[in-house]
């Protein structure tokens, strides 16, 4: 009789620690807060197009930033983002191929809302994916010379991406992003130039951690 008792207490242990292990894999809450910084390349789109395939754009450079979530729902969360970019102002020329008449830095900010997909479980990781919009701004500050001037134009964003996630605090983030708006030549450069809605395409993978 005690010996039964024994085994009976022994197996109860065993399937108590058993739970304990398994139970960080399967209870584990989900992260309410990300933080992202990432690092990435931007490509411009053309700001005005002339005669014979001339045109002025943006040089396509490399782009830093961080982006911060904070989920509003299950699968929504509110996001904010600023990026910078070093770049040149760039005139495109066909058969010379192009001539930078100016240094322009980029800063780009923006808030918006992510809708995150239910995520894929697969090889011990979580996929999720997600797409996003939001609004913000692109300022510009353009230097020729001893001369410097600057420019600050709305922007609408959308775009989408992957997640690949390791364990609640700790990730991979790929995504591409598209900052749609206009380049303000009077303000930047004192010439009246109209100019044409861009499409800036921002492609950046980061560490996603989450809390």
């Known amino acids: 009789?005690?010996?039964?008792?024994?085994?009976?207490?022994?197996?109860?242990?065993?399937?108590?620690?058993?739970?304990?292990?398994?139970?960080p894999a399967t209870a584990q809450k989900p992260s309410i807060a990300r933080l992202?910084?990432?690092?990435?390349?931007?490509?411009?789109?053309d700001y005005v197009t002339g005669p014979i395939g001339t045109r002025i754009s943006?040089?396509?450079?490399?782009?830093?930033?961080?982006?911060?979530?904070?989920?509003?729902?299950r699968n929504v969360a509110?996001?904010?983002?600023?990026?910078?970019?070093?770049?040149?102002?760039?005139?495109?020329?066909p058969?010379?191929?192009?001539?930078n008449i100016a240094d322009s830095k980029v800063l780009l900010y923006d808030g918006g809302l992510q809708f995150r997909l239910p995520a894929v479980s697969t090889l011990g990781t979580g996929i999720t994916p997600f797409v996003e919009a939001g609004a913000g701004a692109i300022r510009y500050e353009v230097r020729t010379g001893p001369l410097t001037t600057?420019?600050?134009?709305?922007?609408?964003?959308?775009?989408?991406?992957?997640?690949?996630?390791?364990?609640?605090?700790i990730g991979v983030r790929a995504q591409v992003k598209d900052y749609v708006g206009?380049?303000?030549?009077?303000?930047?450069?004192?010439?009246?130039?109209?100019?044409k809605v861009a499409h800036?395409?921002?492609f950046s993978l980061g560490l996603n951690l989450g809390f």
Request: glycine content about 14%; cysteine-free.
């Open 1 to 23: 009789m005690s010996s039964t008792r024994v085994r009976l207490s022994v197996a109860a242990v065993a399937i108590v620690a058993l739970a304990g292990l398994s139970s």
């Open 36 to 45: 992202t910084p990432y690092a990435g390349y931007l490509t411009f789109g």
């Open 58 to 73: 943006n040089e396509s450079a490399a782009v830093y930033g961080v982006q911060v979530g904070l989920d509003l729902a």
């Open 78 to 93: 509110l996001v904010g983002n600023i990026g910078y970019s070093d770049s040149n102002v760039r005139v495109g020329i």
């Open 95 to 99: 058969l010379i191929g192009g001539l």
């Open 150 to 169: 600057n420019a600050t134009n709305f922007a609408g964003n959308f775009g989408g991406g992957l997640d690949l996630n390791f364990n609640r605090n």
């Open 182 to 195: 206009k380049f303000d030549f009077k303000q930047a450069t004192r010439f009246n130039l109209e100019s």
């Open 200 to 202: 800036n395409v921002a």
